[in-house]
């Protein structure tokens, strides 16, 4: 039965024939392709040229899948060329207008495939278009378009013209309170293989009623278009988790000591109201001949203060950093974003939970023996073990809250959060920053730089920013290492290591986070479209940014609220990037890739390079 969440749904046709229209069935009914045609050719086209179901160019192309590296538009060195009034851009419009191609955009770039990111980018001109017959002369087209590059000296330009189906999803449904769009398998059998592949369409629970049937229609006759009626489409009511955690949540023992651990609980300083996750180090080298520099790592959301309790010049000071990120040397640096581990939200939760324990009365039993030994009378060897046993819980259960009280309780009483209702003065630390004796054990550190809510370009499109960096005291300075919930899958894992690149599609991943902990799932090779994206300060970024996800098989989830920030890794411990955010109902979590991470630190601060700490 669906969810009463599901405003609209089209199962996929059960039967097999749900190839393009142009494949052609074999005598024994099987649909065959060779190097991307349906001609089944295993012979290619002279001079590296290719002709694709879905592509056609050359003379040397990326390999699929790949990716598209844009220039910037202000610094691009063929902008005056690609004027709609040059000459040159007027020759190309006529010749795919001549080829009857439907068009959408045309520019020049790099092209790169995903899976081997470490190669050289082809400098590419590439058409986006719309292929609605196998018959569409795309191949002579893109050689006439590479001859008249030629006559204009731009040899260094192959020639592709490709068509991407998610974008012209996302042109043609209104999407006016959608939240994502993506393409899994999905469904609720034990093995994920063997559910269907399904368009996902989230919404915001929020949105005013109106029917989605026609957006669901759309949807199934652009797929029948392509005559994949082997896709099925659900549009669901849901939302985007990012950042914090309000809900409670348990710390393991062993949360309450000087070395931070990677994945537990980390919580604006003082701060009752919620909690995230803590990812790990990564060093940054700020010129070429500096020494490397250790700092904490986790989301930007996670690290900002309920700005209603601030006083207005610190809500305002802490906004204007929303749209551009909090560079190198910010007043905001000196100690108004604080954070400390674990959560103090976390803390009152066990703190509550050891007191609880300790005022509960006691077995009636117990009490007898209790008096008995009083009397100093004999007892059973039994009973006088499990009286023990009790007295020594009860100690030990002391003793823990006795320790987790110390670690939270500052040496400025005025400002201690286990004793006081009010909220922790952020101010606390701004000019006595160099003082650490006024900071409990917890204090794990200030703010040392930040995304903002931004967007940033990334393979040619846009992705979101969301990371902070977080000098850390040298007493509580660790390792990457991955034994803060014990051993994963049985073994122990070896400290973080760098991953450069795109993992394979469906690689097994891990990550440790403060709501789930140890979780385990599978990187998905497609981008899932995120829309209407909140900016912080009330509006949102209405062009769409394409992540990166982990899926997981039904009924559990990567991660839950309170776990951005957690590091993305593999079996051998390669990190391979940072969870920023989640969605419980097509259960996957999006994730910013290390390398883009990395990038877009290094545009904030000037680092001349940054790393997984060593």
């Not at 700092?295 to 551009?324: H, M, N, S, W, Y």
């Not at 290390?594 to 940054?610: K, M």
């Amino acid at each position: 039965m669906l969810s009463s969440t599901t405003v609209a749904f089209a199962s996929p046709v059960a039967h097999t024939d749900n190839a393009p229209q142009w494949f052609r069935p074999s005598n024994d009914g099987r649909l065959r392709s060779s190097r991307g045609s349906s001609e089944d050719n295993d012979e290619g086209l002279s001079d590296g040229w290719i002709d694709q179901d879905l592509r056609a160019g050359g003379p040397i192309l990326a390999h699929t899948p790949s990716v598209t590296i844009y220039y910037p538009i202000a610094n691009s060195p063929h902008r005056e060329i690609m004027d709609p009034r040059s000459e040159l851009c007027r020759s190309i419009q006529t010749a795919l207008d001549e080829a009857n191609i439907r068009i959408k955009t045309f520019d020049f770039c790099y092209r790169r495939c995903k899976s081997f990111p470490e190669g050289d980018p082809i400098p590419t001109f590439l058409v986006d278009a719309t292929r609605e017959s196998i018959e569409d002369k795309w191949l002579p087209a893109s050689q006439t378009i590479y001859k008249l590059l030629q006559n204009y000296d731009l040899t260094m330009f192959n020639v592709e013209i490709c068509d991407d189906l998610l974008s012209e999803i996302l042109n043609n449904i209104n999407c006016t309170n959608v939240l994502t769009v993506e393409c899994f398998r999905f469904g609720h059998n034990n093995d994920p293989e063997t559910d269907p592949t399904t368009i996902i369409v989230t919404v915001e629970q929020t949105s005013p009623f109106r029917s989605w049937r026609g957006s669901r229609e759309k949807i199934i006759s652009i797929l029948d278009s392509y005559n994949l009626q082997h896709v099925g489409i659900q549009i669901t009511w849901g939302l985007v988790h990012r950042g914090r955690d309000s809900l409670d949540r348990s710390l393991p023992d062993s949360s309450w000591q000087a070395p931070l651990q990677v994945g537990l609980s980390l919580g604006v300083y003082g701060s009752k109201y919620s909690s995230s996750t803590f990812g790990g180090w990564i060093e940054i080298k700020q010129e070429a001949e500096s020494e490397w520099q250790k700092v904490g790592l986790t989301c930007f959301r996670c690290v900002i203060p309920i700005l209603d309790d601030l006083e207005q010049d610190d809500k305002t000071a802490i906004l204007e950093t929303f749209p551009t990120g909090i560079p190198l040397g910010s007043p905001i640096t000196k100690g108004l974003l604080k954070v400390e581990q674990p959560s103090l939200k976390d803390t009152m939760l066990v703190i509550e939970d050891i007191a609880t324990a300790l005022s509960r009365p006691p077995d009636s039993r117990l009490t007898a023996v209790k008096e008995v030994i009083e009397e100093d009378c004999e007892v059973s060897p039994r009973s006088r073990q499990r009286y023990e046993k009790a007295i020594a819980k009860f100690a030990t259960l002391s003793a823990l809250k006795s320790k987790i009280e110390d670690f939270h309780k500052p040496c400025s009483q005025c400002n201690d959060p286990l004793s006081s209702s009010l909220p922790i003065n952020p101010r606390l630390g701004t000019t006595l920053e160099a003082n650490m004796d006024v900071y409990s054990q917890s204090y794990a550190g200030r703010v040392r730089a930040g995304s903002g809510y931004r967007q940033f370009e990334a393979e040619g499109v846009l992705i979101q920013a969301d990371w902070a960096l977080i000098d850390v005291p040298e007493s509580r300075h660790s390792e990457n290492e991955l034994s803060t919930y014990g051993m994963i899958d049985h073994t122990d894992f070896t400290p973080l290591q760098p991953f450069v690149g795109i993992p394979a599609t469906s690689t097994a991943l891990y990550k440790l986070g403060r709501s789930t902990e140890i979780t385990r799932g599978s990187f998905s090779g497609l981008k899932s479209a995120h829309l209407n994206i909140p900016d912080g300060r009330g509006g949102i970024h209405k062009v769409p940014t394409f992540e990166y996800s982990v899926t997981s098989p039904s009924p559990y989830l990567f991660s839950d609220p309170g776990d951005s920030g957690a590091l993305v890794f593999d079996y051998d411990s390669n990190c391979i990037g940072m969870i920023f955010a989640g969605n419980p109902i097509s259960r996957v979590s999006y994730i910013t890739l290390l390398p883009d991470l990395f990038n877009d630190i290094r545009t904030i601060t000037g680092a001349f390079d940054v790393r997984i700490a060593e």
